[in-house]
């Protein structure tokens, strides 16, 4: 198994310009995560969707952010426009929703705003 | 508002000595409690988790320690090694809350050879 693929794996883009990160996750898992992390406040989750809706997107920091699952095997988190404060590392992490529902995390997109 | 605390935010060990970690949880709906270890570069990943019915679960040198009535958790790591310098998040679930976690804020240890 690949394992949950996201790419691209860096990105610098400058304060402004839209940003969409790309998730791909395991198959046959049906909840899907996506996480900031940084250091000063560690794992936020963003949202998450089952089943390709979207569950709680509570932790949507602003409208500047929005997520999109429209299959099974695909997400997106973009924002638009980007503000230097969003740079960060963007985790996407998939699961099973029932049984053993251990979170699988990508190794992340870093995300750098200038 | 942070439902789970860990402590310390870093950490620095000796080779063989032994690495703690702390965590405290305040929703008592938490049932499922998973340690995970994160090196640069990659994302986090499952490395042993423990539910409230058991007060200690071993897996190599790896041990968590569960006290329920005070809400707490705890990583032990046994005879440190320097490939186990990462940064480690404790977490919790709801049952009802499907696959969601709630992390601490992380702990990076650094094991010295």
């Known amino acids: 198994d690949a394992g949950v693929i996201q790419s691209p794996r860096h990105e610098v883009t400058e304060m402004g310009q839209e940003v969409t990160l790309r998730c791909k996750p395991i198959?046959?898992?049906?909840?899907l995560f996506w996480y900031r992390q940084t250091m000063m406040r560690g794992l936020e989750l963003l949202i998450y969707?089952?089943?390709?809706?979207?569950?709680?997107d509570s932790g949507m920091p602003e409208d500047r952010f929005s997520a999109k699952m429209p299959n099974a095997s695909f997400s997106t988190l973009k924002i638009q426009p980007s503000e230097p404060r969003d740079s960060a590392v963007y985790f996407c992490?998939?699961?099973?929703?029932?049984?053993?529902?251990?979170?699988?995390f990508g190794n992340g997109t870093r995300l750098t705003v200038t | 508002q942070q439902q789970v605390k860990q402590s310390p935010q870093s950490l620095i060990v000796q080779k063989g000595g032994i690495s703690i970690i702390n965590c405290a949880y305040e929703?008592?709906?938490?049932?499922?409690f998973p340690w995970y270890q994160q090196f640069p570069g990659k994302g986090p990943a499952l490395l042993i988790a423990?539910?409230?019915?058991?007060s200690e679960k071993k897996e190599g040198r790896f041990t968590i320690s569960f006290n329920k009535s005070a809400k707490q958790f705890s990583l032990h790591i046994m005879d440190s090694q320097p490939g186990d310098s990462a940064t480690y998040f404790c977490?919790?679930?709801?049952?009802?809350?499907?696959?969601?976690?709630?992390f601490g804020e992380g702990t990076q240890l650094t094991v010295n050879p």
């Open positions: 198959s046959g898992h049906n909840s």
């Open positions: 423990i539910r409230p019915d058991v």
């Open positions: 969707f089952n089943n390709n809706v979207p569950i709680d």
């Open positions: 992490a998939s699961s099973l929703a029932m049984g053993v529902r251990t979170l699988h």
């Open positions: 977490a919790a679930r709801k049952e009802t809350s499907g696959s969601r976690l709630t």
């Open positions: 929703n008592t709906a938490f049932d499922y």
